[in-house]
């Protein structure tokens, strides 16, 4: 059977809905196939087509079917480049088409060792908060990754936008790829061979890809790592058998080198204490040995840890440097190192069983997620703290009317853009049912 791995530029190739494609030029190659730049004929319009090396496929005609089943029920979200359409089988293989990825996207591989850098912090949580709504959305679809890793991903560093390619392996729930994934991304259940991957160990890997997003090193890659060459039986080891977390709470084997892990030292400490807690419970002993599915942070806690990250990015008033601060206790600047003292906290209903709060300090920024419930919007400020000496208040910077209560009973309204002084025990109702708690440290 003779089988035509490469494609000729100017060579057309039919689709199954009869459309046909005239090839353009190479644009990738990958361990499954060749990726193409192409032109719809009908339209004129460019796409990307990836063409496979059938002998790599397990099962080729079940993998059709399969690709022509997740087109069928279409992209979890628009964060996804999904297969749009088939092929038909042509000289004894296929591919499908799939959208060219826009310009000002960066390789999420670029990231780690920091080869590319955010345009600015908020940039950067806004990155790690659209990867986990694109894994809630691919999860709520009834899709599971499989091969989550960072192959996958592409990050706007200027704006955090995120896209998520090489989605052929995307299987529904119970579905197996044959697909193990790469084993520095892998669940250690996968890496030991107790498990298949499911949405479960995709949530591992979504820990150890945000973790690389905001420290640009590996969580389990420290002093006990540290081989001259990873072989496979150290990889298993490393990543099934014997895996610590490099910040383990109780275990402090596998801490980062410093000289050669240099970014995991140098940004865990500008991270605030719950961001820290959520990696260590994470990548605890507990999810890390025995897969145990509390230890692993469903997509909606991560958006909740995420948000009061991104509402908690204010300058050092000492230094000047962007820094997320605390919310219920004093700091030491990481930059600096001077103090930066923290009076108190908005507190609004929990969701998840995690803390939703922003901090009272100058700055500060309230988005839509706080005061609408069940908001998915993460990105339209609602308010922000403003600080003068000796007062601090809140500018409603929403489009709902505020009620503002103060604990001898008395109240007032705050609209868009007027300011609510903020005193110990005054409540904000943000008109929508949601009520915020002024708390003092
Ligand atoms: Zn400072």
């Known amino acids: 059977m003779s089988v035509q791995t490469r494609l000729e530029r100017n060579q057309k190739v039919r689709l199954i809905d009869g459309r046909t494609v005239t090839v353009i030029d190479k644009l990738g190659e990958g361990g499954?196939?060749?990726?193409?730049?192409?032109?719809?004929?009908?339209?004129?319009?460019?796409?990307?087509?990836?063409?496979?090396?059938?002998?790599?496929?397990?099962?080729?005609?079940?993998?059709?079917?399969?690709?022509?089943?997740?087109?069928?029920?279409?992209?979890?979200?628009?964060?996804?480049?999904?297969?749009?359409?088939?092929?038909?089988?042509?000289?004894?293989?296929?591919?499908?088409?799939?959208?060219?990825?826009?310009?000002?996207?960066?390789?999420?591989?670029?990231f780690i060792t920091a080869r590319a850098n955010f345009a600015s912090a908020t940039a950067m949580v806004d990155a790690a908060i659209n990867i986990v709504k694109a894994f809630e959305a691919l999860h709520n679809k009834g899709y599971n990754y499989q091969d989550l890793n960072d192959g996958n991903f592409s990050i706007n560093p200027n704006d955090g936008s995120v896209l998520i390619c090489d989605n052929d392996n995307v299987m529904g729930h119970g579905g197996y790829s044959g697909i193990l994934g790469k084993s520095r991304?892998?669940?250690?259940?996968?890496?030991?061979?107790?498990?298949?991957?499911d949405k479960l160990t995709d949530r591992f890997s979504l820990a150890v890809v945000l973790f690389i997003l905001f420290m640009g090193d590996h969580p389990l890659e420290g002093k006990k790592t540290n081989v001259p060459a990873l072989t496979s039986k150290y990889e298993k080891k490393f990543f099934g058998e014997e895996?610590?977390?490099?910040?383990?709470?109780?275990?402090?084997?596998?801490?980062?080198?410093?000289?050669?892990?240099?970014?995991?030292?140098?940004?865990?400490?500008?991270?605030?204490?719950?961001?820290?807690?959520?990696?260590?419970?994470?990548?605890?002993?507990?999810?890390?040995?025995?897969g145990d599915s509390n230890s692993r942070l469903l997509e909606a806690m991560w958006i909740h840890v995420l948000m009061r990250l991104k509402s908690s990015l204010v300058k050092c008033p000492h230094c000047n440097s962007d820094v997320f601060i605390e919310s219920d206790r004093d700091m030491s600047c990481p930059d600096c190192k001077n103090n930066i003292h923290i009076i108190g906290y908005i507190k609004f209903p929990k969701r998840a069983n995690i803390n939703v709060c922003i901090p009272i300090y100058g700055g500060a920024k309230l988005y839509d997620y706080h005061i609408v419930p069940a908001e998915k919007n993460s990105s339209s400020c609602a308010g922000i703290v403003l600080e003068k000496p000796g007062k601090v208040g809140l500018k409603n910077l929403s489009k709902l009317k505020w009620t503002i209560k103060a604990p001898d009973g008395s109240s007032a309204t705050r609209d868009t853009n007027e300011v609510a002084v903020l005193g110990k025990g005054f409540t904000i109702d943000f008109g929508k049912g949601i009520v915020g708690e002024v708390m003092s440290n």
């Open 32 to 110: 499954q196939g060749i990726v193409y730049k192409v032109r719809l004929d009908n339209t004129g319009k460019e796409k990307a087509l990836k063409w496979y090396y059938v002998s790599k496929l397990n099962d080729p005609k079940g993998f059709y079917k399969h690709l022509q089943d997740n087109i069928e029920s279409g992209p979890p979200s628009s964060a996804f480049i999904w297969p749009e359409q088939l092929t038909e089988w042509t000289n004894n293989t296929f591919g499908y088409i799939m959208d060219l990825y826009p310009s000002g996207y960066v390789g999420f591989s670029k």
């Open 185 to 197: 991304y892998m669940a250690p259940e996968i890496v030991r061979g107790e498990k298949k991957p």
């Open 243 to 290: 895996p610590v977390f490099i910040y383990d709470k109780n275990n402090d084997s596998n801490r980062p080198i410093p000289g050669l892990h240099r970014n995991a030292i140098a940004r865990w400490k500008y991270f605030p204490s719950y961001v820290k807690e959520a990696f260590q419970q994470s990548f605890s002993k507990e999810s890390l040995l025995k």
